[in-house]
């Protein structure tokens, strides 16, 4: 009896027909009858569909799959064969799938200097079309490099997960082709703090007051708001995220513990410790 997971494999073809015929009917039009799409954008539209049957075939061939375990994440291969090409073929995976995300990027960029910039959007024309079909190539080799620099499993890390892969998917950890993302220590924590305070803080407030003039006309509303309260917020961000970032890491949380504490301890109970029974720092000694 299939397990859920196993099911995966069934989108996967559907997902892999469905788009198959349809990024080839896309060419087809794009190169045999319609005329209003031509040049760069032209070249963009197939690059765009070729890009997207090349994604979707080679997720049939690498299966790949991921789990989410406590503080770690297991992305692995639900394909029989060698070990050592289905990582590769699931790194690679990864790295199309990046390089899919920066090129939608480079359409965007293309379509508003297409808009608002003519003369600069023709600099991707020419010698320029090998600027903006190689630039995706760069995220997509650091996303797969990555993989292999930094998530390669190791002792602990398949031992983190090893039960997890047995009860869920019936698989030794060791015959599985894996990489293993297992987040260690406060400085993790500490980044994704840093990451939502200014987001909270800094993005949502700024993007309100200068989306307001966009969204009045279009709901056809009238605004009067004295927004400039929100700069006050901007001035809180400063001190929050370093506060959390000593909250969070137990290093600067152990020092601030000591001072604290040295500095709520009364002049006549300092006195009366000594030297050698004195467990405070040496700095705070002196």
């Given amino acids: 009896m299939k397990t859920y997971f196993q099911y995966s494999t069934v989108f996967t073809k559907i997902g892999f027909g469905a788009g198959f015929i349809t990024n080839l009917f896309l060419i087809y039009l794009t190169v045999f009858h319609v005329k209003k799409i031509v040049g760069t954008y032209k070249m963009m539209v197939i690059s765009f569909a070729i890009m997207g049957i090349v994604f979707a075939g080679w ?23 060698n070990p050592r090409f289905f990582q590769f073929s699931i790194a690679f995976y990864s790295m199309i799938y990046m390089a899919i995300l920066s090129f939608i990027a480079v359409q965007f960029l293309y ?8 003369k600069m959007a023709k600099k991707f024309g020419g010698y320029g079309v090998f600027g903006w079909l190689g630039y995706p190539i760069i995220p997509g080799m650091i996303y797969f490099s990555s993989f292999y620099l930094y998530c390669q499993p190791d002792k602990d890390s398949d031992e983190f997960v090893r039960q997890e892969m047995l009860t869920n998917y019936e698989l030794a950890i060791g015959e599985v082709p894996r990489f293993v993302i297992v987040s260690y220590k406060q400085l993790f924590r500490a980044l994704v ?18 989306l307001a003039p ?12 004295q927004t400039g309260w929100l700069c006050a917020v901007f001035s809180l961000y400063p001190p929050m995220d370093s506060i959390a970032f000593m909250m969070i890491v137990t ?4 020092i601030v513990k000591e001072h604290i504490a040295y500095m ?17 720092p040496k700095h705070i000694r002196k």
């Avoid at 703090?193 to 200068?210: H, S, Y």
């Avoid at 290093?251 to 152990?254: A, D, G, I, Q, R």
């Fill in 59 to 81: 997720e049939l061939v690498s299966k790949p799959f991921v789990h989410n375990y406590d503080k770690a994440l297991i992305y692995f291969s639900l394909a029989d064969g």
């Fill in 111 to 118: 379509r508003y200097l297409a808009l608002f910039h003519p």
């Fill in 193 to 210: 703090v840093q990451t939502i305070v200014p987001t909270v803080m800094f993005v949502i407030p700024a993007g309100c007051i200068l």
């Fill in 214 to 225: 966009l969204f009045s006309p279009i709901f056809g509303i009238r605004i009067s708001l």
């Fill in 251 to 254: 290093e600067y949380k152990k």
């Fill in 264 to 280: 709520f301890t009364s002049p006549e109970t300092v006195g009366t410790v000594s030297e050698t029974t004195d467990t405070r």
